[in-house]
């Protein structure tokens, strides 16, 4: 990032100002609005893992076939 300080600084402001939360910085305060709640550690473990087969499943198909 260093070295692409310009771009990677151009790429932030272009995100926030497109609203683009994935990709842009936010200040403190303006994310708290994006917490819909507060699971305990298990639930988001099972979360994480569930998005991520369902990404496996789409994206390789055949490494996930097995199950």
């Known amino acids: 990032m260093r070295r692409d300080r310009a771009a990677a600084l151009e790429g932030l ?33 099972t979360r994480i893992a569930e998005e991520a087969e369902e990404i496996l499943r789409k994206k390789l198909p055949r490494l996930v076939a097995g199950n």
């Open 13 to 45: 402001i272009a995100a926030r100002r497109s609203g683009d939360i994935e990709e842009g910085a936010l200040a403190m305060g303006q994310d708290a609005g994006l917490i819909h709640d507060i699971p305990p550690a298990g639930e988001v473990v």
